[in-house]
């Protein structure tokens, strides 16, 4: 087999001006790597692993993914910027991180990356696609459907972060390329780990599998914490390189924090309330509340800083009933949880408790994680998916995670616009928020006014994208 070129003999083109080159291309983020980057990669029944997207979530999914199998071999990564892959940028994570975790480890001989195959720019996905077997994927989520795409035309396995669409165009992508995955016996698994969690499993199987519960009528689900980073503009930048540097706070990009972060508790409800582990269930509407009241400026981003949103499910509207809330407010309630009301008792699932109380308040069963010999669900994710491509058995998560993922978008689309929100119209408008091109060159949709403001939704002006 031939032998890589090591990081130092291939040196290419330096970063451009703003920190990537807006056309993918190699970069040189290897030269500055604190360890020896091209171990040689022997044998043939090695999986090739490609990462996108080097932030802290794509740097903590990779060592997961390489940790769950001996025979897989990081073979190319892709960021929008060339200084998350090197490290050096802001929120900076990147190679330096992957390998100090990889050699802590022992798991540093499972890099194969010479300079020549890290990317960067908007196109760099499709490289590490094309040089892979398997494609973790952990850029924002608007990019979801379109690298999800890709890699399945391709024919490669996935693991990807959630949420998985941010509008009805990337809902009606991910399930269309889900099919396709289905029909070239492709493997996927999303990010949502708590599928991948003992309290989560075990509870589901008290109440599907011993009907603890009684019949189903709804629940509760709550995402209340702080509010994320963020980076102040810098000289250089323009709009586009804003956004993307400022990701979470532009709808097109996150979804705005109800899709991101809540869709977690959403998915747990839509996971109980279907009894489905495959493909889960949606609401059939939404209506809510929200807007922003904390001191966020109006400089920053388009998004809300609160959504509660009562989901109804079932043909009738009235099969079952959730309210969900969505809080980024630092030094209000923090709770992030979900709790499912039966006829006959209740279940409260809360970081590393499940518990089941019924109707008089007696505890008939509860789980709780061992603090020791525990393995993490971001971990058993990986395992599990290295398992099905080796054993060939089925898995394909990214029906769930889309129901999942446009669950919490419907949310969003009722704070925003004051509306009752019906699943089966927003799926059938098809409504598309990303930009025509996708260059650093060119202009967002959204864009802020000559005070640098950005504008609101604001509920009962706001129209749906289809109204
Ligand atoms: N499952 C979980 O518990 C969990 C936890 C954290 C984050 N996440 C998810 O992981 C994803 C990434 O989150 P993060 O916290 O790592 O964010 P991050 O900003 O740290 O990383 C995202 C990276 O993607 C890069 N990127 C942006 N657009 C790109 C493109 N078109 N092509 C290639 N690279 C691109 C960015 O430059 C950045 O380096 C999000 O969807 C988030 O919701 C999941």
Known sequence: MQKEQTPEQNVSKPASRRGFIGASGAVTAAAALPVELSAQVAGSDQ??????????????????????????????????????IDGSGPRGSGLPAVTKQLEKLGKANQVDLPASRQYAGFDAYKQVVDESDLVCIATPPG??????????????HVFMEKPVCVDAFGFNKIVESAQKADDKGLKVVVGLQRHYEDVYRQAFAKVHEEGL?????????????????????????????????????????????NVEQHVHNIDILNWFLSGDNERGCNPISAQGLGGRCTDLPLSVGEIFDHHY???????????????????????????????????E????????????????????????????GNVSPYQVEHNELHDAIANDKPLNNAYYGAKSSFSAVIGRLATYTGQIV???KAVES????????LSFDAKPKVLPNADGNYTLPIPGQTKLPWA
């Open 47 to 84: 999986v090739k692993v490609g990462l996108i997207g080097m932030g802290g979530r794509g740097c903590g999914a990779i060592v997961q993914n390489l940790a769950g199998n001996d025979r897989a071999r990081l073979v190319a990564v892709a960021d929008a910027f060339a200084d998350k």
């Open 143 to 156: 990019f979801r459907p379109l690298h999800f795409e890709y890699a399945v035309n391709q024919g490669k």
């Open 213 to 257: 519960l009684g019949d189903l009528l709804g629940g509760q689900c709550y995402w209340n914490g702080s509010r994320p980073w963020l980076i102040d503009r810098q000289e250089g930048w323009n709009e586009m390189e804003y956004q993307m540097r400022n990701w979470y706070y532009f709808t097109w990009l996150c979804g705005d924090h």
């Open 309 to 343: 949103v009562e989901y109804r499910y079932g043909q009738d509207q009235n099969n079952a009933i959730v309210n969900s809330q969505s809080r980024q407010a630092t030094g209000a309630w923090r709770h992030v949880g979900e709790e499912i009301i039966g006829t």
């Open 345 to 372: 008792a209740s279940l409260t699932m809360k970081g590393a408790q499940s518990v089941i109380k019924d109707a008089s308040g007696k505890v008939i069963w509860q789980y709780r994680k061992p603090r020791s």
């Open 422 to 424: 019906e699943w089966d």
């Open 430 to 437: 098809n409504f598309n928020l990303m930009p025509e091109e």
